[in-house]
């Protein structure tokens, strides 16, 4: 059998996101799991950190690779990501899914095709779907 080395890596940068969701790692952790099995893929594994005096990471490594966010609560600010190999799991649906939790004022969002050749660069889909909301 031959396996495809194709994937999808989607980045984002939100701001203007509420303390209270950003400064919680249990909260975060719970809705990156729920965003992981949304777009279809397959959780293996958590790890969550809370720091001190604020601030959370939350690692969910898939089957297909990961779903991760970094959270700056007294900035608004989180950077999330999740890359997926294969055709069938789409990194974006898990994005788009922490963006209707977090509900950002201003967020910024690249894909990368990769896998395929030279990494290419394109406009996320998530977006997009905001622009038109």
Not at 96 to 113: D, F, G, S, W
Request: aromatic share 8%.
């Amino acid at each position: 059998m031959e396996y495809s080395t194709f994937g999808r890596h989607v980045a984002i940068d939100t701001w203007g996101v509420d303390f209270e969701k950003l400064n919680s790692a249990e909260f975060l952790q719970n809705h990156m799991v729920e965003a992981a099995e949304a777009c279809g893929a397959t959780v293996l594994s958590v790890q969550a950190k809370q720091f001190e005096p604020q601030g959370a990471t939350v690692l969910v490594l898939l089957s297909e690779s990961h779903i991760s966010i970094h959270t700056y609560p007294e900035r608004g600010f989180a950077a999330l990501d999740c890359y997926t190999c294969g055709e069938t799991v789409d990194p974006e649906l898990a994005i788009q899914y922490m963006v209707n939790i977090l509900q950002p004022e201003k967020m910024y969002a690249r894909k990368l095709i990769r896998g395929v050749g030279e990494m290419e660069v394109v406009e996320s889909d998530v977006l997009k779907q905001k622009q038109n909301a």
